[in-house]
């Protein structure tokens, strides 16, 4: 499948020329899941440039893909005819090439934005891989250690929201995203994880983030109203395929 992006765009003389290569779903059209492709999908489409997104069949790989990136998986992407494929590399390079005045910069004000809930998916891909039940108890209290701290995280006010000139304490934060109102770079890269946690965890383990995590709860329900994630999200049938062979039962 290839679709261009935002669908209604018209793409200026002086644009550059991109396409996206994304991994594609079991139907091997739709977009499958990936969360570096959707972080990629996601910084794309947050700055606000004409691109073409291309879905790719793994299983059947294109003979003119083979030649375009030899031995290259999705994500990757092509910009003015050049292959570019490591996904933080390409991260960078757009937000560098894809700058102010013309495009939004998408860097974090705040470096901790970066690193908030950065091994909660390294947690999570223990807790759903294991299939011991006595190991199963722990690895759930690590997952909700880290899922803890990002709450904490996204309640704490950041130094902008604190005004030092008032006798009024400011104790939680009422920011949107990870380093403020508007998504970033941080966002593109969590989001996608923290939705497959969601999704996966509640499917295979009956595993629920928390309801007193309200922060994290926030965070994921102001996502799921913006098109630069929803539109470029797998389905949840979608990801629960994906993760079929990997969630191991539990055997005694």
Not at 112 to 140: C, H, Q, R, V, Y
Not at 159 to 183: A, C, Q, T, W
Not at 197 to 214: C, L, N, Q
Request: proline fraction near 6%; charge should be negative; aromatic fraction near 8%.
């Amino acid at each position: 499948m290839s679709l261009s992006v935002p669908q209604n765009g018209v793409k200026a003389d002086n644009e550059p020329v991109i396409e996206l290569f994304v991994k594609a779903g079991s139907d091997g059209e739709s977009i499958g899941n990936c969360p570096f492709s959707q972080r990629l999908f996601m910084i794309l489409w947050l700055k606000g440039v004409v691109f073409n997104v291309t879905t790719v069949d793994l299983k059947r790989k294109p003979a003119d893909l083979q030649n375009l990136a030899p031995g290259t998986h999705p994500p990757f992407i092509t910009f003015n005819g050049e292959v570019k494929t490591d996904v933080n590399k390409i991260e960078e390079f757009l937000e560098d090439v894809l700058c102010p005045p013309k495009y939004i910069k998408l860097g974090v004000r705040h470096p901790e934005s970066n690193t908030a809930g950065m091994d909660i998916f390294a947690k999570f891909s223990a807790f759903i891989k294991n299939s011991k039940p006595d190991g199963n108890e722990a690895l759930e209290r690590g997952l909700l250690k880290t899922l803890q701290k990002l709450d904490e995280y996204l309640r704490s006010p950041l130094p902008d929201e604190i005004d030092h000139n008032s006798i009024e304490d400011v104790k939680f934060s009422d920011r949107k995203f990870l380093d403020g109102d508007e998504m970033t770079l941080a966002d593109c890269n969590l989001l996608p994880k923290l939705h497959i946690v969601k999704v996966v965890a509640k499917k295979y383990r009956g595993f629920d983030i928390p309801k007193e995590m309200s922060a994290i709860w926030k965070y994921l329900n102001i996502a799921y109203t913006r098109e630069e994630f929803t539109n470029t999200c797998p389905s949840d049938k979608e990801i629960e395929i994906a993760y079929g062979d990997v969630a191991k039962r539990l055997v005694k």
